[in-house]
């Protein structure tokens, strides 16, 4: 796999897991199992955002940081971003569609739309922490012979 797809890759596992945690409250309240206390649930739903928080803050705003800092053979910022937030914003829809009909088919227009716009929204926040990532690692980069 190209180092250049990383971003992308660890973008889809945090979008999914975003997906995820924005839809905890209503996955518990609908399986099977028996409900957690209200205190419980609130530190699930803590738990959730701050495992999202780490992932996009920490593992691809550090995988754009390291890959900023690679050598003069690294892609170009905006294409990486672009494909971040595409494939961000796709995976985010896929979780929260299937996340959706799980819940129940009823879900109206209304809330596909709302889906939608917020996979676009999720999107654009992993291209821009792509793109910062990438712009502080290169900022970083080492001199070489070549900067002389």
């Not at 892609?75 to 959706?100: E, H, I, K, N, S």
């Not at 879900?107 to 654009?124: C, D, E």
Request: no cysteine.
């Amino acid at each position: 796999m190209s180092r250049a797809l990383l971003p992308a890759a660890v973008a889809a596992v945090a979008a999914g897991t975003t997906a995820v945690t924005r839809r905890i409250a209503p996955i518990l309240l609908e399986s099977p199992v028996d409900l957690p206390a209200t205190r419980v649930l609130s530190v699930y739903i803590a738990g959730g955002r701050f495992v999202s928080f780490a992932l996009v803050y920490g593992l691809l705003l550090g995988v754009t940081y390291r890959l900023g800092r690679t050598g003069d053979d690294s892609p170009d910022g905006g294409t990486v971003a672009l494909a971040t937030g595409l494939v961000a914003a796709v995976a985010y829809l896929v979780v929260t569609a299937g996340t959706l009909l799980w819940l129940g088919p009823q879900q109206g227009a209304i809330t596909a739309l709302l889906a939608v716009g917020s996979s676009v929204g999720v999107g654009v926040k992993l291209a821009v922490v792509a793109f910062a990532g990438l712009a502080l690692g290169r900022s970083r980069r080492p001199a070489t012979a070549a900067d002389a």
